[in-house]
């Protein structure tokens, strides 16, 4: 089994930044890829970001240029820079790891952009 903690969820102004951490631990395959979606009140679970254990890089069109998502491979951890954070930004976010077998799904960490 496959375990992810999330930290660094907040509350920021809009045009802030915050820096979500995720690391995971248990039997983790090598070959994996790392990532974060989100979820706001009433709406469905959407992709943000995703890079993958040879570092490809994925991200959804409403984040490009203001989210950038890094990953230590020797600590399991991805990481979820947020810049530039607008109020629409304000969801649950959650960590995903996918080993090309299935998915695991941290917990989630709030995310409130707001003034």
């Known amino acids: 089994q496959v375990q992810l903690v999330e930290s660094g969820g907040g509350l920021v102004q809009p045009g802030g930044s915050l820096r979500l951490s995720c690391a995971a631990s248990g039997s983790i395959r090598s070959i994996n890829a790392m990532g974060w979606y989100r979820q706001a009140p009433g709406k469905q679970r959407e992709f943000v970001a995703r890079m993958s254990s040879d570092r490809n890089t994925n991200y959804a069109d409403s984040v490009k240029g203001r989210f950038t998502i890094s990953r230590d491979n020797a600590k399991n951890t991805v990481y979820l820079q947020m810049n530039s954070l607008k109020p629409e930004d304000t969801a649950a976010y959650y960590c995903?790891?996918?080993?090309?077998?299935?998915?695991?799904w941290g917990q989630g960490t709030q995310v409130t952009v707001s003034s």
């Open positions: 995903n790891l996918f080993d090309y077998y299935r998915d695991y």
